[in-house]
């Protein structure tokens, strides 16, 4: 087990993770589910997709994204030269809410920890945003329309890419435009987010070699002291 308490390396923790959400009843959407839908992807991936819950399909067969949203999801990531086993998909809840309504905030709240552990256990470089829900637990008050396709940090320091919802095309035609070009940014914005992390960690890295030079420095210092007291 690592320090959190999760199995050590990306698969085993996130595998774990899904064990646990098949079993969950946390809230009242557990008990009209037919499946629950933890995500699925590849476990390496720098990427994370995050959309709001699974539909009639995801909920069929306990996979995110394999519906009508799902195969414009699949086109989305094909015209950049990426397939689904090139990112980790997730919902913000992993049960559908009935009718494929909205999630509720109680149910966002209460299935938080589970998105929370994935987090942790992907380290992703970037986490796409589909749609409000994900987009607020991420950019609290931003508004979708001022914010897609270009990459911004969340309030913890997570780099984030919002997109619109990929259903939300499905019933509004000028927003597959909007999709198909914000997407085409999403490789760039990939290749800034890890540089930008690379060089936060080297400057972490110098700045604990400062502090070890400095404490060093302070012992020797004593031990010159120590030795003309004799
Ligand atoms: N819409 C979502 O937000 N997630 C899915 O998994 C499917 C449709």
Not at 63 to 74: I, Q, S, T, Y
Not at 135 to 156: F, K
Request: proline share 7%.
């Amino acid at each position: 087990m690592g320090p959190a308490g999760e199995p050590v390396g990306s698969a085993a923790a996130l595998a774990a993770i899904a064990d646990e959400i098949r079993g969950c009843t946390r809230c009242p959407l557990a008990a009209r589910r037919t499946r629950t839908v933890p995500g699925e992807g590849n476990p390496l991936s720098d990427v994370l997709l995050v959309g709001e819950g699974p539909g009639q399909r995801e909920d069929a067969t306990g996979r995110p994204f394999v519906g009508p949203a799902g195969r414009l999801l699949d086109e989305l990531l094909h015209s950049i030269g990426w397939e689904r086993d090139d990112v980790y998909v997730t919902n913000v809840v992993k049960c559908r809410p009935p009718g494929n309504r909205d999630p509720e905030p109680g149910e966002i709240a209460t299935c938080a920890s589970y998105l929370e552990r994935q987090e942790r256990a992907l380290e992703p470089a970037v986490v796409v945003s589909l749609g409000r829900h994900s987009l607020q637990r991420y950019l609290p008050g931003a508004r979708i329309g001022a914010v897609h396709g270009r990459l911004r940090r969340s309030y913890i320091g997570q780099h984030v890419f919002p997109m619109y919802h990929p259903a939300a095309a499905l019933h509004q035609a000028s927003l597959r435009e909007t999709l198909f070009r914000d997407i085409r940014g999403l490789p760039a914005a990939l290749l800034a987010a890890r540089e930008a992390l690379a060089s936060e960690v080297e400057r972490s890295v110098a700045s604990e070699e400062a502090v070890a030079r400095a404490d060093e420095h302070d012992r020797s210092a004593d031990d010159i002291e120590q030795m003309t007291l004799f």
